[in-house]
């Protein structure tokens, strides 16, 4: 089982970036999928996840009305749209997936199972 988080990078605050993760090994339809983020000297943050039946949670008012979680089955990939960035979005984000976790436990990166490499995004202010 492999997941490959990509689309990171250097923006400018306001600017906008996708974030793509894709899986081998495993069927992400069958699967909880999250991003997490973390910052340097900081917990694991949720961002935002899809629950094994296929509906969404987002993380706290940080995120919402600027990142939106998309997946597309076919290509076995999630995304994470970023609109208007802040400096304090700047984290490693990871994708994560578990066959098991119900909903209430999707923000809890300790129930994960599978864990992409990180993709660095930072925002200059």
């Known amino acids: 089982v492999q997941l490959q988080a990509s689309g990171g990078g250097l923006v400018q605050a306001g600017g906008s970036l996708r974030l793509s993760c894709a899986a081998s090994g495993l069927t992400f339809s069958r699967y909880a999928v999250a991003w997490f983020r973390q910052a340097p000297g900081k917990e694991r943050e949720y961002v935002a996840g899809y629950s094994r039946t296929g509906g969404y949670t987002y993380s706290a008012d940080s995120v919402k009305g600027r990142f939106t979680i998309s997946r597309d089955n076919a290509k076995n990939t999630v995304y994470l749209q970023m609109n208007n960035l802040k400096p304090e979005d700047t984290a490693v984000y990871y994708c994560?997936?578990?066959?098991?976790?119900?909903?209430?436990?999707?923000?809890?990166?300790?129930?994960?199972?599978?864990w992409g490499q990180g993709t660095q995004v930072t925002v200059s202010s």
């Open positions: 994560a997936a578990d066959a098991s976790i119900i909903t209430s436990q999707l923000r809890n990166y300790v129930q994960y199972d599978y």
